[in-house]
DNA sequence: GCGTCCTGAGACAGCGCTACCTTAGTGACC
DNA sequence: GGTCACTAAGGTAGCGCTGTCTCAGGACGC
C-alpha cells in the first residue's frame, strides 16, 4: 500500500468491529462509547471484536460527526517552570484514563500569544479547557464565551460569577512570607520579584499589606524586574539591593529561583543566611531544600491544582457541577534554616 | 438546515469562504492551501474572504478527508527534566509557523507506557513523529514500521540503516568527561550515575572507555543508581562514595541535577572542590554555572536537536530528503572551577 | 485544421463516525 | 385487549473537508 495517495487509513473500522460482532455500525459506537441503551450482552460481545481487531476509533472522524473532540486544552505562561509542569503531569494522570488527550498550549506570559492560541485550539473543539489565572485579551475573553467550551481556571480563586477556578490565595501567601520573616524578629523586609505577572503581583500585594499592618512598609526595599525569572537574576537582584540597602535583615523572593540565586550569592560573598539576612522563597522547588542553608519556601500545591482542576472540568463535561466555585488548595510554609 | 445546530461547529466554513469569493469550494481549498495549480488572483481573492470570515479550517474534517492530520507528536521520556522542555520549545517553534500541531507524549522513561502512546497516537493519523533515542519495544517497532509515518530520532545518532536521527554522540561526550579530569591531573576517577537510562548508559561506556584508555579503570568507582535523577540523590550518592572511597579525586555525574546535588552536598560536609575532588556535570543546565564553585559541565546542545530534528522531518514531509542520515550537532565541555 | 498536450477550474464522492429519527418489541395500565 | 409509554436496536444522513476524475480552453506542432 503506497502512503500518498490512499485516502483510507488502513486501520480496522467501526463497521469492521460492527461486521464482526453481527451488528450495526451506530450499535457498535454506542458500545464503545459506554451509552446505556445497548444491552450489556451485545456491548460485551462488541467490545470482543473490537479488542480482537485492535480497533481505535478515528479521532478525526468522531471530532467531525459529533462537533466536539475528545481533546482539552491546557493554556500555561511557561514551561520552563517546574511549577508548571508538575502541573500538567498531574492534569495528565486525570485524563488520559479517560481517554482525553491533553493539548498543551505554552504562551510564554504573552497575553496576545495566548489569544492566538485560543484561536487556533478552539478549531479543534475541545470538549473543555483549562487556563491559568484570570488576566488575558478582550479577544480572548469574547472568543472563549463565543464558544462556551467548558473551562475551569487554575492558580487563582476569583473571577468573574460562575467561574470556576481552583488553586489559593496568591495574597494570603505573601501576607504569610512576610509574617513569617515579623515573626523571626526581622524588621526591615524586602521583597524581589521578577516575571511580574498577575500572581507575582498578587504576592508582592500580600507582603506589602502584612508591612503596612506591622508599620514597617518600605517601598524603597521593593525590586520588580519584568525580566523572567531565573537563577541568575536572582543573585544579582540580592547583591544589587544589598548594595542599596545593607541593612535589610529579611527577603522574600517571589520565585524559588530567584531565592536559590540569592542563596548561592551569598555564599559566593561570605554574606551570612540568616544571621546577617533572613531568606524566603517560593514555590519550593526540589532543589530548594538542598541549598546551603535550606531555603525556607512556600509550598504550593501545584499537582493538586492540576489534578482538582482537571476534576473540576470532568465534572462540568459530565454535567454535574460538583462543588464550590473557587476551591482554595491553600499553601504550606516550610521552614528551614534560611529564615 | 437542521432545526437543531449540535451538529455544527458554527464557524465559518469553506463552503462559505467560496461561496464569498465565488469558486467553487474545491478551489478555495487549494488557494488556501497553496496548491499551485490556483491563478494567483483567484487564491488572494479567497485569501481575503476566508480573513475576513476568520475562517479557520476545520483540523477534523481535513485529518478525515485527507487521512492525515497536521499533527506532529513527539515522544520524550521525561518532562521534570529541563533538558527535554528546551527540545520541546524549539520544535515548538519549527513546527507552529507551518500550521503544524505538536503533541507531545511523556513515556517517563517506560518503554511500555511508550508503546500505548505510539498506540494511540497513531490513530490521530500524525504527518511525523520525533522520537527519542532508538531503544523501544518491539510492539512500537512493529506500529511504527507498519505505519510508515515518517520519523526522526533525537539525541542519540545511528540507529537501523536508513533512519534518520539529530543528535550528538553520547559515548564521546563521556569519554570527554574522563579525559578532561585526566587532563587536570586526577587518578582516581569516578562516575555518579541514575536513571540509566540507554543515554547514560552510553556516556557511562565513554567514559569507562577512556579510563581504559588510560589504564585506570576502577569498576569499583561506579555508582550506579536506577531511580530517578534528583538534586537529593546527588548529595546522597556522593557521600555514599566518598565514605566507600575516599581517595577518590575526581567524578563524572551523567547529569547535571546529581552534580549540584554533590556539589552543594560537598558544601555542607566541607569537602574542598576542586581541591579534594573535582567534578564534572552533564547538560549545562542553568543552575550550574550559579553553584559553589561553578560547575564544569558538558553543555548539550538540547534546542539545536530539536531545531534540527524538527527541520528533517519538514524536509522529509516536502519530500526532499535533506542532509545526513545522522547529523551529529556535537556538545561543548564548560570547564568552570569545580574542575 | 486537427489532434495533442498542458493548465486551471469544477463535479463528485467519499473519509469514519455519530445525531437524529424511526421501528420493532416489551411490559404496564386502564 | 388495546393503548400507551418505554426500551433497544437500526436506517439515514450528514459533519467539513480533500483525492480523484473530468472538462473547458488555450498553446503548440505537423
Redesign the pocket.
Given at each position: 500500500m503506497s502512503r500518498?495517495?490512499?485516502?483510507?487509513?488502513g486501520?480496522p473500522?467501526?463497521?469492521e468491529v460492527a461486521r464482526l460482532s453481527?451488528?450495526?455500525?451506530?450499535?457498535a459506537?454506542r458500545a464503545?462509547?459506554g451509552v446505556?441503551?445497548?444491552?450489556p450482552?451485545?456491548a460485551e460481545k462488541v467490545m470482543a471484536a473490537a479488542a480482537s481487531l485492535g480497533?481505535i476509533?478515528?479521532p478525526a472522524?468522531?471530532a467531525?460527526?459529533?462537533?466536539r473532540s475528545h481533546s482539552v486544552v491546557v493554556l500555561i505562561p511557561s514551561l520552563s517552570n517546574q511549577l508548571f509542569i508538575d502541573t500538567l503531569e498531574a492534569i495528565h494522570e486525570v485524563m488520559r484514563p479517560r481517554g482525553l488527550e491533553v493539548l498543551i498550549g505554552n504562551y510564554h506570559y504573552d497575553i496576545a500569544e495566548e489569544e492566538n492560541l485560543i484561536r487556533n485550539y478552539l478549531a479543534y473543539q475541545p470538549c473543555g479547557m483549562l487556563l491559568t489565572g484570570f488576566e488575558r485579551s478582550e479577544g480572548s475573553r469574547l472568543l472563549l464565551n463565543a464558544s462556551q467550551v467548558p473551562r475551569v481556571h487554575m492558580m487563582e480563586l476569583g473571577g468573574e460569577a460562575g467561574a470556576l477556578s481552583v488553586g489559593f490565595s496568591q495574597f494570603e501567601a505573601g501576607r504569610a512570607a512576610a509574617r513569617h520573616l515579623l515573626q523571626r524578629g526581622r524588621r526591615r523586609l524586602a521583597f524581589i520579584a521578577a516575571q511580574l505577572d498577575p500572581r507575582v503581583m498578587q504576592r508582592a500585594e500580600g507582603f506589602r499589606q502584612a508591612l503596612v499592618e506591622a508599620g514597617l512598609q518600605a517601598t524603597e526595599l521593593e525590586v520588580l524586574d519584568p525580566q523572567p525569572s531565573s537563577i541568575g537574576l536572582g543573585g544579582e537582584l540580592f547583591s544589587r539591593l544589598l548594595a542599596k540597602a545593607p541593612d535589610v535583615d529579611g527577603i522574600f523572593f517571589c520565585n524559588d529561583d530567584l531565592a536559590q540565586g540569592a542563596v548561592l550569592q551569598a555564599l559566593r560573598e561570605g554574606i551570612e543566611v540568616p544571621r546577617r539576612v533572613a531568606m524566603v522563597g517560593f514555590n519550593d522547588l526540589p532543589a530548594s531544600a538542598h541549598m546551603v542553608p535550606p531555603l525556607t519556601s512556600i509550598r504550593t500545591p501545584r499537582a493538586a491544582v492540576g489534578r482538582s482542576a482537571a476534576q473540576a472540568l470532568l465534572g462540568l463535561l459530565d454535567g454535574k457541577r460538583v462543588g464550590a466555585e473557587q476551591q482554595d488548595l491553600g499553601f504550606e510554609l516550610m521552614v528551614r534554616e534560611s529564615s
Open positions: 500518498t495517495g490512499s485516502r483510507t487509513t486501520r473500522t467501526l463497521a453481527g451488528v450495526s455500525p451506530i450499535t459506537s464503545l462509547r446505556s441503551t445497548v444491552a450482552a451485545l480497533y476509533a478515528n472522524a468522531r467531525l460527526a459529533s462537533a
